[in-house]
């Protein structure tokens, strides 16, 4: 059974850090496209960043300030967010697909139930 928690959500204010971690089980990571996506209140949910054959990728929202990176011995993936803003707010997934190209959430099957990040200003 594939199993995705998502862990390290807070509040911190506008200019702060924050590193979620997602923990895996059930499947290996290496063998997967890992991705984050967010959702704010009222707004479809977007990708934020993926790793894919150990390269990551980012939106252009997060591009500089969001690095994501995985633990292939502890099957873990996290994300560290710098420099966070308002608009960085909304429900953090972790999520898994065999194969990706860009952030469809058509090719991610797996998915974690979230963890909250809010940013005040």
């Known amino acids: 059974q594939v199993q995705l928690v998502e862990s390290g959500g807070g509040s911190v204010q506008a200019g702060g850090s924050l590193r979620l971690s997602c923990a895996v089980s059930?499947?290996?990571?290496?063998?997967?496209?890992m991705g984050w996506f967010r959702q704010a209140p009222g707004k479809e949910r977007e990708g934020v960043a993926r790793?894919?054959?150990?390269?990551?990728y980012y939106s252009d929202a997060v591009k500089g300030r969001f690095a994501i990176s995985q633990s292939i011995t502890r099957n873990t993936l996290a994300l560290q967010m710098y420099s966070l803003k308002p608009e960085d707010s909304g429900m953090y997934y972790c999520?898994?697909?065999?194969?990706?190209?860009?952030?469809?959430?058509?090719?991610?099957?797996?998915w974690g139930q979230g963890t909250q990040v809010t940013v005040s200003s």
């Open positions: 999520a898994a697909a065999p194969r990706c190209n860009g952030f469809s959430e058509e090719d991610f099957n797996y």
């Open positions: 059930g499947l290996t990571l290496s063998s997967y496209c």
């Open positions: 790793i894919n054959n150990g390269m990551p």
